[in-house]
């Protein structure tokens, strides 16, 4: 079973220029988070779906940040304009449910120049 | 102070020794702990999950909860150079799922 897919891999941007990441949760998984990770850090939570639904967005810097999830499976994050302060890895995850296990994709590492 | 501290490391043991990692956290509230091993340029991939206080064992890895002390570890034995990863913990209060990640320790097992 393929697991959490994440593109592009890698993404390098001049400063002030939009980009969208995309996630593709594993089949059947009705939660989908959206995770920030700076290099030495844990991953920190940016939105939480539940199907359709954004149940949790407060981490989410909702000035230059936006995200959809249409249909309740694909999922994408944009990012308009970007800042040098964005600089990250961005990775999607899935779960079943609440309290069930949470999955992680490879992650988007973002660079911006 | 935050939420979660992880000793960040690095942490380097020998092929075949037992290595412990630890976390430290604030909230009373949290309920579930997991492990996540993340390699370099990886995604995180969960180990342990484990609810409340008490020992979980899975191959050569066992998770300890020590809710009186909010204190948590993941021991693993007999490691291997294939183990040298970021170790995250990484925890939730009762039926909720916005988990807090610790930082992370790095360990390097040497061969």
């Known amino acids: 079973e393929a697991g959490v897919v994440q593109s592009p891999r890698y993404k390098i941007i001049e400063k002030k220029q939009p980009v969208a990441f995309w996630c593709n949760p594993i089949?059947?998984?009705?939660?989908l988070y959206w995770y920030l990770q700076n290099l030495g850090q844990g991953p920190e939570l940016l939105i939480r779906y539940e199907n359709e639904e954004a149940v949790d967005d407060s981490q989410l810097p909702k000035d230059r940040f936006s995200a959809e999830r249409l249909k309740g499976v694909d999922s994408t994050l944009k990012i308009q304009p970007a800042e040098l302060g964005d600089s990250a890895v961005y990775l999607c995850?899935?779960?079943?449910?609440?309290?069930?296990?949470?999955?992680f994709g490879q992650g988007t590492r973002l660079t911006v120049v | 102070q935050k939420e979660v501290e992880q000793d960040p490391g690095p942490l380097s043991v020998p092929e075949g020794a037992i290595v412990s990692l630890n976390c430290t956290y604030s909230?009373?509230?949290?309920?579930?702990f997991m492990w996540y091993r993340q390699y370099s340029r990886k995604g995180p991939e969960l180990l342990m999950y484990t609810y409340s206080s008490g020992n979980k064992e899975d191959g050569r890895f066992t998770a300890q909860v020590d809710k009186s002390s909010k204190y948590i570890s993941l021991f693993i034995r007999d490691s291997q150079p294939s183990d040298s990863a970021t170790y995250l913990c990484a925890m939730s209060a009762l039926g909720g799922q916005n988990f807090v990640f610790g930082p992370g320790t790095r360990l390097s097992v040497l061969p």
């Open positions: 909230n009373s509230a949290f309920q579930y």
């Open positions: 995850a899935s779960s079943l449910g609440r309290d069930r296990d949470v999955f």
């Open positions: 089949s059947g998984h009705n939660t």
